[in-house]
Structure formats: C-alpha cells, structure tokens
C-alpha cells in the first residue's frame, strides 16, 4: 500500500484540506482529516472510506479515522466568546482521546479526555474535554461535567449540558445547551460554552 498515494487521493475530496494517514504493512491504523465545516463529520468519514475502498480496495474501520473541521466563521470571533477551532477524536483502541481546540482573543486554549470507545461515552468525552478548555481560559475554578444528553424536544435534537464549578463563591450549576444541526460533536461543545460563556471574561 503507497500512503503518500492514498493521502493525495483523499485530499482530493471535497470540503477535505488535508490527511494523514497511519499505516502498518497493508492495515490503516488511523486517519487524521482536517476539513471544511460544509458537511458533517459523519459524512466526511463515510466519503473517506468509500473512496479508500473504491479506489485501492482499502477497509477502514470508522472508528480509525478522525476529523477536525476548520472554517473561517468558527475562527472569527468579534466578541468575547470562544470560537472552536476544531474537535479531534483519537481512536485507541478500546478507548479514544478527545481534543478540543478554542480560540479567545488570539491565543489557543486545548481540553483533552480520556475514555471508553463507546458510542454512549461519546458526547460525555467530548464534553469534559471542553471544560478543561475553558478551565484553561478561566483558571482558578473547578468545573465538572454533571450530565450531557440530547433530550427529546420537539422535532429538532438539541444537546444540553449541566455543568458544576466551584470557586470564590462557593457551588454552583450551570445549564446551556445548542442545537445540532448533524454535528452533535460540535453541538457538544457549543452547549457547555452556552453554560460557562458568562463566566469567560476580557483577558487582562
């Protein structure tokens, strides 16, 4: 298997900027995406495997492949709120590495967590690692993830997260929540910023 061939090929698709490919002997073990916000990362996913199997008769696990989506209106921010930059998600075998990447006020804020590759676990990791984001931005307060779901409401799926933080003032809980428009990755992230936006204030 040539992986330069295979990396140049799926750069090719649409909405895809770059990839990286991890391969031992003829298996792929990872593939890392970045790519536009245009289409949902599930989709781009599927676009990647389709075209691995159609064109070098590659079969690559979902679960291997990862994609962090960048467009200019997630990195242009004209008010105090983070934007995010990117939510990476790094299969470990039985277990995957969730990165989450803010941007506020030109500096870089990054959240990792850790834990079962399980479908169920998904958002809760996508979650805890927003937190350690903003704990990053906010410093001196605790922040946990007490609960993060998409409830039935209506006809649209809406992610709502709980969050508790202590500081100064002692325990508090905060609700926010952000509709999913086929991104719940994102969705995730939007719905604890939602939370904890009041709390992220001007750098000094």
């Known amino acids: 298997m040539d992986v330069r061939e295979l990396e140049e090929t799926l750069a090719r698709l ?4 770059a990839v990286r490919v991890a391969a031992e002997g003829n298996a792929v073990r990872e593939v890392h995406v970045l790519a536009a916000p245009d289409k949902a990362a599930k989709q781009v996913v599927r676009d990647v495997q389709t075209l691995a199997l159609a064109r070098f ?3 690559i696990d979902r679960r291997a492949v990862s994609v962090v989506q960048i467009g200019p209106e997630q990195i242009h921010s004209d008010d105090d709120r983070p934007a995010i930059m990117g939510v990476h998600e790094i299969p470990e075998g039985s277990r995957t590495t969730v990165v989450v990447t803010l941007l506020w006020h ?3 804020y990054v959240g990792t967590a850790t834990g079962p590759a399980a479908p169920s676990a998904r958002l809760r990791l996508i979650g805890e690692a927003a937190l350690r ?3 990053n931005i906010i410093g001196g307060e605790a922040l946990a993830l007490d609960a993060i779901g998409a409830p039935g409401i209506g006809m649209r799926k809406v992610i709502v997260a709980v969050v508790v933080s202590t500081g100064s003032q002692g325990e508090d809980v905060v609700v926010g929540s952000a509709l999913s428009n086929g991104d719940d990755s994102e ?7 939602d939370a904890l936006n009041r709390r992220i204030g001007r750098p000094d």
Not at 14 to 17: D, G, T, V, Y
Not at 187 to 193: G, T
């Open 57 to 59: 008769g590659i079969n």
């Open 106 to 108: 030109g500096e870089e």
């Open 133 to 135: 984001a903003v704990e």
């Open 187 to 193: 969705a995730a992230v939007r719905s604890v910023l």
């Open 14 to 17: 649409p909405s895809i900027n």
